[in-house]
Every structure is written in C-alpha cells, then in structure tokens.
C-alpha cells in the first residue's frame, strides 16, 4: 500500500500547485490535498478550471520511486484507471475515459484528471496527479469546454456524499491500487472503460471536416485513427492535439436497431439538459438508404452507431452504406449502470441491454422510481425487471405475438397463414373466427403474464401492483398495450434507438 498524508483544506487556487514541490520529491513524501472549493484550477493546454463548493478537488503527488518503470510513460492512463475503478466501486456506474484525461457519463464532462511531472537534470522526480469531478454542480459552460457539462449526482440517481469523504476514500483507493499497477492491468482496464474503437474524431477544415476513425490506444499511450479520406494512420499525442470526438459536433446522431425481422434507423437529438429525443425514424431499405443520405448532408456526422441482434442484417447495412462513405458500427456490449445485478448481462441482447440502460437513465431523471418492469414486444417477448433496491433481478424471454402466430399456422395446414397483428382487433366477447381467434390468444397471454409478474414485483416490495411502473416498447407495444387497458402504462415504441444513443454517447 502507498503510504501518504491527507490534508483537506476549505479553500485554495489549486490543490496541485500547492503540491508542485522538488523538495518533498525528493524526501518520497506522498501527499493529498483536497479542498472544498478551488478558484484557479489548471486544465489540460493551461484552460482555467474553476472548482465550485461542494465538488471534487483532489491532487495527490507520488514521488518517482513509487512509479515502476512498467508505467511511467502511462501514467495519465494508469490515474484515469484508479479514477474509473473508484467510481464504479463507490457509485456502481461505468464511466467513460475519453483519451487523454476526461471522464463522461451520458456524453457529458462531470470530470478530467491532468498529470503534470517533474523532471530535474532529464530525470523524473515525480508526478502531481490533479483529479476534478463535479459532485453536486457544473461549471460554467462559458468555461470553453468542448461538452456540455454534467454533473454525478443527477445523473447518477443517487446520494453522492460530501465531497471531503469521498476525497478521502479516493485517496485510500490511489494508495491501496497504485502499487499493484503494472502496463499490462493499466492497458486492460483503459480499453475497458475508454471510448471504443470505431467512433469518429474529426478536425475543422477551411471547407468543412475532415473524418478519422478511431483506431484505440497505443502501448506508449498515443491514440491512433485511421484517416477515412487520405486511408492512412495517424499517431495523435496528448500534450496538443486538435481532433475532436464527432458527438461533440451538436450533439445529434444516426442510430440504428438491426433486429431479426427488421433493421430501424433514426436520429436521436440530445438536449442541452442531456435529455434524448427520436426526431425521425425509417424502417424499409430504400427509405433508409435516402433517410441516412439526407442526414448527413444536414450536418450529421457520417457513422450509424447499431444495437444488433441479427449478424446477417449488420453485414446487409454495412454492405449498403461503405459506397456513400457511411461508417456502420456496432456499438459494444458495456454497461452503463447495471453494475448491480442478479443477472449475467454478458447474457442480454444489445438491444435489451439498452433498454435496460433507458430505464436506469429514466430512473436517474425521477421518470421512474423503483421497483420497476420494462417489456419489449418483437420477434420476442422480453420482460426485464428491477427491484426495490434498484437491482435487475432478471427476467423472461417468450415467444413474441407474431412469433406465437407464425408458430400456430405452421402447424395447422388449414389455419390462416398470413396475419396482420395490427389489423387485427380483440373483441369484448370471444372471438368468432380463427384469424381473431389466433390473435386475440397470443395478445391475451402476453398481456396476462406481464400482469402477473407485474403483481409478483409488487408483492415482493409489499406495493400495489399498479404502483409499480411499467413501460412498454418494440413493434408490438402498441397491440399489448390495448389489451393491458391500464393508463398507468407508459408506451415507448422506438425506446431501443434512444438505448443506442445513450450507450454511444457514454463512448461504447
């Protein structure tokens, strides 16, 4: 373990300059300071950083004999590590480690972390590692910052604590991992949490933008893109670089779901408060190909983030889009908030590990409170749910209403082979043909299970079944939610393409 003194102050210009002592390198004193309020914080390029009360201002200085040689040349990457693991450890949320030192939830800036050394006669005395995150308020966006701004509490959902307590349980957190680092875990671990490989970064042009795709991170901590244009690599280092990630550029972007029946395309906005809104969607190939062309000539950066489910149809839209110089790419399977879970969610879909994201995302905005069921109806039925505690507890997977349909008439040489779920309506009384008799039964059972698990999770939270909130969503939504005939249920059709959104934007 790191041995170190830890010092919290009210008030201060800036905790690293206060630590920025040759001498203390040299006696191997390791020393946190932390203060309520900063008023002259530095940023990456010398950018002012001004520190609210209430936030996090933390530097802490680690003498040269306690960074291995394995790490000293990533050592921005190894406190980014230390920052992101503390946070998922107190707060049970992934971030996202945008290179070289910025840390996202949702798309938005709450922190950064900036690594300055000393280096005496060409050899390194040791490094002062500044470590800012908005607790409780943001900064002024007049600040120049490249994102909007957010700040943990309202985003995460939940009490953060004061900002001396969690200064001190990171500091304990530096000290008990740093020793334990080596070039191998840091890699590991940056990959995990940072911007995934695929996304586009960009720089301004006298005419307009010029595109590179991100490649990842090189072993010296460099990060390397692919130009899109010139179809050459680029080694980008951290101390002065004008490339920006394309979702800072207004903040709007293509999404598509590519399911088994049917790949969806749509443009999701985000608004300056963070909030996500479908603008347009399109579903039939010609339409797509038109609807995605028209897109990006109004601005929108040429790359479909995907949620995908079907590797046939991933393949098709690629196929389809590398001539109009498109990028497809299909955003990985990492958790954002479901941390805690009862459930392997290696073992979810894409697409329903997003809207399992859109449900925790809504729950952070005071749009749900737990416990809580989410259901999708398409090609399958699935129904997630979320106790009391805020935990996804699992759930089901059933055949969709199509799906049942299709079952029963492959069956039966003499029943209807091609129903239209959507034309088809349930009576109040029994059914008097096969068509509506088919349908009205696969509708019926859907509805009458997510009923009965919808009274199970109230049971269990000891809450009338009609407090527990509901929310439906996929091609069917709209046909389940007629035969539940509860106005408590929320309908949200195209929720997976606001999924997509959100896990693009937290760099995955």
């Known amino acids: 373990m790191l041995p170190y003194e830890f010092e919290w102050i009210q008030e201060c210009a800036s905790t690293s300059r206060l630590l920025k002592d040759q001498g203390a390198f040299a006696q191997g004193k390791v020393q946190v300071i932390a203060a309520a309020k900063q008023t002259a914080g530095t940023g990456r390029l010398g950018r002012s950083w001004v520190g609210a009360e209430g936030n996090l201002h933390f530097s802490i200085r680690i003498p040269a004999q306690f960074i ?19 946070i998922r450890s107190h707060f049970g949320i992934n971030l996202c480690l945008k290179w070289p030192n910025d840390l996202l939830l949702e798309g938005r800036k709450i922190g950064g972390i900036l690594c300055e050394a000393t280096i005496l006669e060409s050899r390194l005395q040791g490094v002062v590692i500044g470590v800012g995150l908005n607790l409780t308020t943001a900064p002024e966006q007049s600040q120049g910052l490249e994102y909007p701004a957010g700040v943990l509490k309202p985003l995460h959902g939940f009490e953060v604590g004061t900002a001396e307590t969690l200064a001190r349980n990171l500091a304990q957190y530096f000290a008990r991992r740093w020793l334990e680092l080596s070039r191998t875990n840091v890699m590991s671990e940056w990959n995990f949490f940072a911007m995934t490989h695929g996304h586009l970064w960009y720089r301004n042009l006298v005419d307009g933008y010029e595109w590179y795709r ?50 969806k395309v749509g443009t999701v906005i985000v608004g300056s408060d963070g909030t996500l809104s479908l603008d347009s969607i399109a579903s039939d190939a010609e339409s797509v190909e038109l609807f995605v ?30 001539p109009l110089q498109v990028d497809v790419r299909a955003l990985e399977k990492k958790p ?42 398409g090609t399958a039925t699935t129904i997630d749910c979320v106790d009391a505690n805020g935990c996804h507890v699992g759930g089901y997977i059933m055949a969709g209403v199509q799906t ?3 079952a029963i008439c492959q069956r039966g040489a003499l029943l209807p082979k091609f129903l239209d779920v959507f034309a088809s309506q349930a009576t109040s009384g029994w059914p008097s043909d096969s068509d509506s008799a088919i349908v009205a ?45 509860d106005e408590s249920v929320q309908l949200d059709e195209h929720l997976v393409l606001c999924g997509a959104a959100l896990m693009a934007l937290n760099g995955r």
């Open 68 to 86: 291995s040689e394995d790490i000293k040349t990533l050592v921005p990457l190894a406190a980014g590590v230390v920052v992101a693991q503390f």
């Open 214 to 263: 991100m490649v990842g991170i090189q072993e010296d901590g460099h990060l390397s893109l692919d130009s899109r244009q010139l179809g050459q690599s680029l080694i980008v280092n951290s101390s002065s670089h004008e490339f920006k990630w394309d979702l800072q550029m207004g903040r709007r972007m293509l999404v598509a779901d590519v399911g088994n029946t049917r790949t």
């Open 293 to 322: 062309k028209s897109r990006v000539e109004q601005g929108f950066a040429p790359v479909i983030h995907c949620l995908s489910v079907n590797p046939a149809g991933m393949t098709a839209l690629v196929d389809r889009f590398r």
């Open 336 to 377: 954002i908030r479901l941390t805690n879970s009862n459930y392997n969610f290696e073992s979810l879909g894409a697409d329903r590990g997003a809207i399992l994201e859109m449900l925790y995302y809504k729950q952070s905005r005071g749009d749900f409170f737990w416990p809580a069921m989410v259901v999708s109806c």
């Open 404 to 406: 049942a349909i299709d």
């Open 441 to 485: 039964a696969s509708v019926a059972s859907t509805a009458a299970f997510i009923k009965s698990e919808r009274e199970r999770l109230a049971e269990q939270a000891a809450i009338p079944g009609a407090c527990v909130p509901l929310l439906i969503t996929g091609g069917y939504a709209k046909l389940v939610c007629s035969k539940l005939g």
